[in-house]
């Protein structure tokens, strides 16, 4: 393993809690989760790495993006084309940008043609809460979730009325505004956030190509999220949620043309959950998603790109053994419609999945396995296995160890072939299989008080990986990808603080070349205080040297970097504040990718009103 001694002493030390920290009531413990097993358990117990972002939290922080939030959690790491609203990529444990899953209200979002999920088309201000499960996850959610699985749940409402207002402006021409209506009472609750986002942008191309590249490259995006829950009494209820997001973002081409991507998301979730007796519950859910991409490069030239998700699940929860019994049917049919002529444009999935999980004193288990019969390619079975002891109150360890898999995209199959005099033919190839990885983790866990602190090693062994290095897509790649995770978060003296560090050897097998985009040493620190009316952080992220792409070289590395931030709020009023968020108060040049520009020192100041 490819990771400085020196640096694993220090995931180690970070991971041990000092015995100075103050120990008060409540912190990062006692959330609440349900994306580590299908089923509503506390994060504490969870044999799964997961991490959680509440509301409270997303607001404090004020970041610009979804993005930006993630980049700052544990094991994950960010990569942009540009600015805000630009596409971009999230790396969950050094696994594939596609190898991550994207959940909104339970309901699959993302393209089946490029095979990413599209994170930059979700606004912040729509967003109740956010679940991260870093690792494999086949095993509940089936294909994709071979490197992790990132759930967005939108705002809901609850018992009263909490209308509130947000209007910003900042830096390169940034302006946005939101307005959330959310309430209700014992039998229903609603919810609905409209707003809008707009930004100049900066000159993402570095250098300029041409004189035409020399422009800002900004963004819009107009969006509109909403829920309403009925409770029909006891653990009964029927509820809704939809999101639409609509955003276009310019960029470079070269072009006198003023090149723009179009992307839409939209999502509906209808669920129907029933209580037959004290140990049965069931839950039927309908899901449907649409990610639209639409790419206008020139006057002449469109290329559309748009992915339809429908998907029927029900779930049966019992409980059984000393435990909690999990068993599920789930349908999933895919529909791309593209501008380029596709052999096939539809898949259906039908999946049967069982999992069990109960604590017995010290021990702890949870098994999961699921069969997914893909109608292009057949059958797959993934299955995990965890176990957890509790050594002392503090002290827990956990091990596991799992199987999972990606289904190849559309473009994978039959993007169409087409050959080229000197370049050879380039396309799809429809007798891929489907990709497969086996990760093995190993975890300890500290926790008293308001203070808690862990330690993983993850192992993730992926093979049939999809390489297009050769022109025609092809089942060539191996990767071997391991690393450390080391965590703390705690309170002190007043003081919020959180400290994370990792450390990632992503290499491909063959070759022997670190994966693109990835560093070998991360981390991020966080401190942040709330003194009366006044509540303020200081943050700072960072990412090692790595390599936009393979093969390596030193025309493709990419330096490391480190960012301050920091944001204070002002609480004018009980129900008004003022925010301000400062980024890259340093004003570091860095890049996320090769070639392409990121901000500097930017502002953002806003004023909002809440009703508590």
Request: charged residues 20%; neutral net charge.
């Amino acid at each position: 393993m490819k990771i400085r001694l020196s640096a694993l002493v220090s995931a180690c030390a970070l991971a041990y809690p000092f015995a100075a920290l103050a120990q008060a009531n409540d912190a990062q413990l006692g959330h609440v989760v349900v994306t580590a097993t299908r089923q509503p358990i506390s994060a504490d117990q969870a044999l799964a790495s997961v991490d959680v972002i509440e509301r409270d939290e997303i607001a404090r922080a004020g970041h610009s993006s979804l993005l930006t939030l993630l980049a700052a959690r544990p094991g994950v790491q960010m990569a942009r084309n540009g600015g805000p609203g630009s596409s971009g990529s999230v790396f969950i444990r050094g696994a594939n940008s596609g190898h991550t899953l994207l959940l909104v209200d339970g309901v699959r979002i993302g393209s089946a043609t490029s095979g990413s999920p599209v994170l930059e088309t979700i606004p912040l201000e729509v967003v109740e809460r956010i679940e991260i499960l870093r690792g494999p996850a086949s095993a509940l959610y089936g294909a994709d979730a071979l490197g992790g699985v990132i759930q967005v749940f939108t705002r809901k409402g609850r018992e009263g009325f909490q209308p509130s207002v947000r209007v910003g402006a900042g830096s390169d021409g940034a302006r946005q505004g939101s307005v959330t209506l959310a309430g209700g009472n014992k039998t229903l609750r609603y919810s609905l956030t409209a707003g809008h986002e707009r930004s100049d942008g900066f000159n993402a191309r570095t250098p300029s190509q041409t004189a035409h590249d020399r422009d800002d490259d900004g963004f819009r995006e107009d969006y509109l999220a909403a829920s309403l829950t009925l409770d029909l009494g006891g653990k009964d209820e029927i509820g809704a949620s939809v999101l639409y997001s609509d955003m276009r973002n310019w960029f470079d081409a070269a072009q006198s043309f003023n090149s723009y991507l179009d992307k839409q998301t939209e999502t509906l979730g209808l669920h129907l959950r029933k209580q037959h007796t004290a140990e049965w519950t069931s839950t039927l859910r309908f899901g449907y998603g649409f990610d639209g991409l639409e790419n206008q490069s020139n006057a002449r030239s469109r290329s559309r790109f748009d992915t339809t998700q429908r998907q029927l699940s029900w779930q049966h929860d019992l409980a059984l053994g000393g435990g909690s019994l999990m068993a599920a049917y789930e349908f999933l049919q895919q529909r791309v419609d593209t501008t380029a002529n596709y052999e096939t444009s539809r898949r259906n999935i039908n999946a049967f999945l069982l999992g069990w999980g109960g604590e017995f004193g010290s021990h702890h288990v949870q098994l999961n396995t699921r069969h997914d019969r893909n109608s292009q390619f057949g059958g797959k079975t993934t299955g995990t296995a965890a176990y957890g002891y509790r050594l002392t109150p503090e002290w827990r360890a956990h091990a596991s160890i799992g199987t999972a898999f990606k289904a190849p995209t559309f473009n994978d199959l039959y993007y169409p072939v087409e050959c080229y005099p000197l370049w050879g033919c380039f396309g799809g190839n429809p007798a891929l299989k489907a990709e497969e990885a086996l990760n093995r983790e190993l975890g300890v866990a500290w926790e008293r008080g308001n203070v808690s602190a862990g330690l993983s090693y993850f192992n993730n062994r992926a093979k049939n990986l999809i390489d297009w290095s050769s022109g025609i897509a092809s089942n060539v790649g191996t990767a071997d990808i391991q690393g450390v995770e080391a965590s703390l978060a705690t309170l002190v003296a007043g003081y919020r603080v959180r400290a994370s560090v990792d450390l990632l050897d992503a290499e491909d097998k063959q070759t022997g070349d670190e994966l693109g985009r990835r560093a070998r040493v991360g981390g991020s620190l966080g401190i942040e205080r709330a003194l009366g009316a006044w509540a303020w952080g200081v943050e700072w992220n960072g990412q090692g040297r790595r390599y936009d792409r393979i093969p390596n070289s030193p025309s493709t590395r990419l330096d490391g970097y480190g960012l301050l931030n920091a944001y204070v709020h002002y609480a004018v009023a009980p129900d008004w504040s003022v925010e301000l968020r400062a980024n890259n108060l340093l004003d570091k040049g860095y890049e996320l990718a090769k070639n392409y520009g990121t901000q500097g020192a930017n502002a953002f100041i806003a004023v909002r009103y809440a009703m508590h």
